[in-house]
C-alpha cells in the first residue's frame, strides 16, 4: 500500500520568512496530492491541492511541487504570518479513495 | 453549503462499552470517509462509503464498523472499547464520483476518550 512520509516534523521560522515542508510517496499509482492545516481543535482544511498531470501550483502565498520520478512534493508558504502556525498534513491518493497522510508537520511562526 | 458536522463533539466512554458516532456530509455530497487520529499513529484512514455501501476499507479490527444511509449521513460503531481507541475520529465527505480523486472536506471530530 502507499507510505507517505513527511519532513520535518517540527519547523520554526521568523514571521515574513518561507516556510518548506517536503513529502515522499511510495505508490507510484498516486496521482493527487492534497495539503491540509490543522488547528488546534478543529479539522484538516484543505489549502492546496495537486494532481499528477501537473508540476506546480500555487495560490497567493502557498505553492506546492510535484516531482512524479522522484516521487515527492512539497509545500511552500511564502511572507509568514503568526496565522499560519498550525499542524499541516501531506496526503497521497491512487483514485481508491484511500487516501493516505504523512505524519504532519507542527509549523509555528515567530512574530 | 454547510459544512460537514459530527455529533457529539466530545465522549468519554469506559472499556468495553460500544459507541456510536455519526456525521452528516455537505449537502450532495454522497461518499463519506472517517479517519482516527492519534498523536502516535497520525490520521489512518478506517473505511469510506459511497451510496449505502463499504468501498473501501483500512486495516482495523472488526471492532470498527460502519453504515451509510439513503440521505448519506454516516455512523461508524467500536464495539468492546480498549484504551488505545482514545483518539479524534474525523469524517471526511466528497461528492464520490468514480474515477476522480477527489478534495476531501474534513468535519471538526469527535474525541474519544476511553477510561
Known amino acids: 500500500g502507499e507510505n507517505v512520509e513527511q519532513h520535518p516534523s517540527t519547523l520554526s521560522v521568523q514571521e515574513g520568512d518561507s516556510a518548506v515542508i517536503k513529502c515522499t510517496y511510495s505508490d507510484s499509482a498516486s496521482n493527487y496530492f492534497p495539503w491540509y492545516k490543522q488547528e488546534l481543535g478543529k479539522g484538516p482544511q484543505l489549502i492546496i491541492d495537486i494532481r499528477s498531470n501537473v508540476g506546480e501550483k500555487k495560490d497567493q502565498r502557498i505553492a506546492v511541487t510535484l516531482n512524479k520520478t522522484a516521487k515527492h512534493f512539497s509545500l511552500h508558504i511564502t511572507e509568514t504570518q503568526p496565522e499560519d502556525s498550525a499542524v499541516y498534513f501531506c496526503?497521497?491518493?491512487?483514485?481508491?479513495?484511500?487516501?493516505?497522510f504523512g505524519a504532519g508537520t507542527r509549523l509555528t511562526v515567530k512574530p | 453549503k454547510a459544512g460537514v458536522t459530527q455529533t457529539p463533539r466530545y465522549l468519554i466512554k469506559t472499556r468495553g462499552q460500544q459507541v456510536t458516532l455519526s456525521c452528516s456530509p455537505i449537502s450532495g455530497h454522497r461518499s463519506v470517509s472517517w479517519y482516527q487520529q492519534t498523536p502516535g499513529q497520525g490520521l489512518q484512514f478506517l473505511f469510506e462509503y459511497f451510496s449505502e455501501t463499504q468501498r473501501n476499507k483500512g486495516n482495523f479490527p472488526g471492532r470498527f464498523s460502519g453504515r451509510q444511509f439513503s440521505n448519506s449521513r454516516s455512523e461508524m460503531n467500536v464495539s468492546t472499547l480498549e484504551l488505545g481507541d482514545s483518539a479524534l475520529y474525523l469524517c471526511?465527505?466528497?461528492?464520490?464520483?468514480?474515477?476522480?480523486?477527489?478534495?476531501?472536506?474534513f468535519g471538526p471530530g469527535t474525541r474519544l476518550l476511553v477510561l
Open positions: 471526511a465527505s466528497s461528492t464520490g464520483l468514480s474515477g476522480l480523486q477527489e478534495t476531501q472536506y
Open positions: 496526503a497521497a491518493d491512487n483514485n481508491n479513495n484511500d487516501m493516505r
